[in-house]
Structure formats: C-alpha cells, structure tokens
C-alpha cells in the first residue's frame, strides 16, 4: 500500500523453473514474531510467475501492525481463477475485539464471481449454500487456536439446505505446570453431523461435543468417526497416534 502497509501475499508453484534468480539474492528474515524465512527486500522478478501458477494469494486489511488477514484465495486453476475463497471474521455477533473469530470457506467455482476485484464488488454474492467449510477459533488476539471445524458440507435432500457432513473438535490441556492456559493440542475428534446439525436440539449436541464431561460424550461414540491424539508442547505438536 501507498503507506508501506502489506496489501497481499501471492504464493506460486515454481517447480521446473531456474529459482538461482531468486536465491542469489535472497537472505534469512526475521519477522516481528521471531520466526525465520528465506526472502528478499527487493522486488520480485516475476518472470515465468503466469497466473496458471499462482497457488494462493492473502488478502489484508488495516494498516502498520494492526494490519490482518482480510481473505484467501485458494485453489487457483489453470485459468489464474481461485475456486475457494475463505472470509476472516473478528467481529462476529457485533463483539469489539479483534482477535479472530471464524473463518468460512466459499466454492465459487463456477458461479461467476471474479474474486479479483475489489471485495465490494463480490462480497454480497457469498451465499450459505457456497459454504465448503467453517473454522471456529477461541482465543484472545495473536495467541487464537481452533475450537472446532464445520466440514463436507453437501446439500440435503430433505430441505435443499447446504450443511455440514463432520465435525472437528479440538482438546487441549494446560501448557506447563506454571501456565494454566489450555493452548496446548492433545487430541482431535471427528463426529458425524449431517442428520443432526441444523436441527432443534443442535445447540445442546454442541455444547455436549465441546465438553469435556465423558458422561455427555459418552452419547456420541456411535457418531465418533476417529480421534487424533498428539503430543508434543505448545505449538511443536504432531500426531502420534490415531484410531
């Protein structure tokens, strides 16, 4: 931006192309938050960088550090056009923080929107039933972690209303013996939803399916699919098993 703000990242597939003129000039960064990467100051040769290839581009919003994920654009075909787009919410139910609350996933494959205009202009056009998935966070800002994850979203039959076919749910315990924070991941669980999201008594199935009392869940293992346990400390985690 003309403020020196960051507008977008633009990731492309650079298999089967001379990469020496990127690397010759390239060195080790260190962003704001410690992490390490291997880039450049310098603009960019795009060269050999067509549309075909890009791969993702992350669209942001705000200025300086209050700068955020606005939007991705992913799954980009040969054509140079995204197939889905993921819309970043902070502000969900009109609530004032800014630490992320959901992000919700849109096929607009085939639908006509062109996802590189302005968001003004195709914002209005995402509808429910372009749904592909949704990802709830919990967390205060820079430190948010996934609750759970809404996905295989498919049309039903019965009432013509796109909903979601499984459901994530993500454990986590405290980190150490000296912070008490839940932050660090233990285990995912994935339960079938398609006959009972939507429904009458869905608030109560997920209020049961995020708790940790076995009593509860205990009704719920005929729907249980597999569960994912890991270990490892806060943010090293890695799967370590799963049945």
């Keep these: 931006k003309s403020d020196g703000s960051i507008d977008s990242i633009t990731s492309y597939d650079i298999k089967g192309i001379d990469q020496s003129k990127w690397t010759s000039g390239g060195k080790e960064i260190t962003d704001k938050e410690g992490k390490k990467f291997f880039g450049s100051t310098q603009k960019a040769d795009m060269e050999g960088l067509t549309a075909g290839r890009i791969l993702e581009t992350?669209?942001?919003?705000?200025?300086?550090?209050?700068?955020?994920?606005?939007?991705?654009?992913?799954?980009?075909?040969?054509?140079?056009?995204?197939?889905?787009?993921s819309m970043?919410?902070?502000?969900?139910?009109?609530?004032?923080?800014?630490n992320l609350d959901e992000v919700i996933s849109y096929d607009i494959d085939g639908t006509g929107i062109d996802a590189s205009k302005p968001k003004s202009e195709w914002e209005t056009l995402l509808t429910e039933d372009m749904i592909s998935k949704t990802i709830v966070y919990e967390g205060e800002k820079d430190k948010e972690h996934v609750k759970y994850v809404l996905d295989s979203y498919a049309i039903d039959n019965e009432d013509g209303k796109n909903k979601p076919g499984s459901m994530n749910v993500y454990d986590y315990k405290e980190n150490s013996a000296t912070d008490s924070k839940k932050e660090t991941l233990v285990a995912a669980r994935t339960y079938d939803v398609s006959?009972?999201?939507?429904?009458?008594?869905?608030?109560?199935?997920?209020?049961?399916?995020?708790?940790?009392?076995?009593?509860?869940?205990?009704?719920?293992?005929?729907?249980?699919?597999s569960i994912s346990r890991f270990r490892g400390d806060k943010g090293s985690e890695v799967i370590e098993q799963t049945d």
């Design 58 to 85: 992350v669209v942001y919003s705000g200025s300086g550090d209050s700068a955020s994920i606005d939007y991705i654009l992913s799954d980009y075909g040969e054509n140079g056009q995204p197939a889905i787009v």
């Design 88 to 98: 970043y919410n902070y502000h969900k139910d009109g609530n004032t923080d800014d």
């Design 195 to 225: 006959d009972i999201y939507g429904t009458s008594g869905w608030d109560r199935v997920l209020g049961d399916l995020l708790s940790d009392d076995e009593l509860r869940l205990g009704g719920y293992k005929e729907r249980l699919e």
